[in-house]
């Protein structure tokens, strides 16, 4: 990396996501189960994009973040029609990894919590990286 990460992401800097649980959000939809509430794939999904709204726009061009640890407790469940925030709180810079801690609420209570990390990238580095696993498929050219 041309830049050091640290200047740039600081412990304590935020994010947030929010939406309304739609039935589209619901375990039945995505195919996490039966009941029909928020998705934990879809809070998953909810807590990337706050980290991603807390880092994201700090980064030069041609560098994004990836996830690469998600540890997470999905404790309350919420229904279709209410609205779920989450939010992530820098928790640590090292190198070129950038650590999270995690809350998500419904217009109620706590429903999710856990921590997460993100691994900053050079983006047409990381695609060389990937394209050349196509390589060994069986038939590649």
Known sequence: MSFILHDLVKEGMTGEATLIVADEHTAPRIGSGKVHVLATPVMINLFEAAALAACEHLLPAGYQSLGTVLDIRHIAATPVGMRVTARARVSGVEGRTIRF??????????IGDGR???VVVHVERFDERVKKKLDHLPGAR
């Open 116 to 118: 997460h990390e993100r």
């Open 101 to 110: 801690t995690l809350e998500a609420f419904d217009e109620i209570e706590l």
